[in-house]
């Protein structure tokens, strides 16, 4: 019980320490915060840190492949609760509803940890190349899974346009984070989600914008 009991409080001062690290390096910049205040944000000596991380680089990375690989993990979730549909009317409904359903998970994400999208937008070209290289593969297959569901919305879409209405939607969804604080069940949480929803399927077929709207 006491080797859980401790382990159990060395996970507690590490995820205490990722979160005042990313409320700092968000507040201030990577580069000008020093071991010794990522420390005494959480009740610690300098080089007590290394306890949990090898470096501050570390930390930094860990901080941004954990928020990307619990993107990613959400994202699977939503993925696999969908059902499979017999025609191509209730596929694209069916990928109208997984679509709002991404939006809304991803706007719950940015409203809950701000700090992390400031930094994932600021720091990414601080990361060590491997740790860089981590973080876009595990990017690139969030995207990725999001494009599968817009090809089912709209089959007729070319690649080249899913990709710029995928980067423009996470482009405004990250962008909570630098404006008031908003939440998916609040009148500006609903306007953005439905911005975003437009934003990915605005101009489709009439065929594809009443399936979506079915789903709504």
Known sequence: MTATWRATQKA????????????????????????????EAVGMSGPALYKHFPSKDALLAEILVDASERLLDGCRAILAEDSPEDSPEEARGGAADTLRRLIRFHLEFAT????????????????????????RRLQRE???????????????????????????????????????????????????????????????????????????
């Open 142 to 216: 969030y995207v990725q899974l999001w494009d599968g569901v817009l090809a089912r919305l709209d089959p007729a879409m070319r690649d080249g346009e899913r990709q710029v209405r995928l980067l423009g939607t996470f482009g405004l969804l990250n962008s909570t984070p630098h404006s008031a604080p908003v939440s998916t069940g609040d009148p500006a949480g609903v306007i953005l989600a439905g911005m975003a929803y437009r934003s990915l399927t605005g101009g489709t077929s009439p065929a594809v914008a009443a399936a979506a709207g079915s789903a709504a």
């Open 112 to 135: 809950t940890d701000p700090d992390v999208i400031r930094i994932q937008d600021r720091e990414l070209p601080a990361l060590a190349p491997e740790d860089n290289q981590e973080v």
């Open 12 to 39: 507690n001062r590490r995820a205490a320490l990722m979160e005042s690290a990313a409320r700092l390096f968000a507040e201030r910049g990577f580069a000008a915060v020093s071991t010794a205040e990522l420390g």
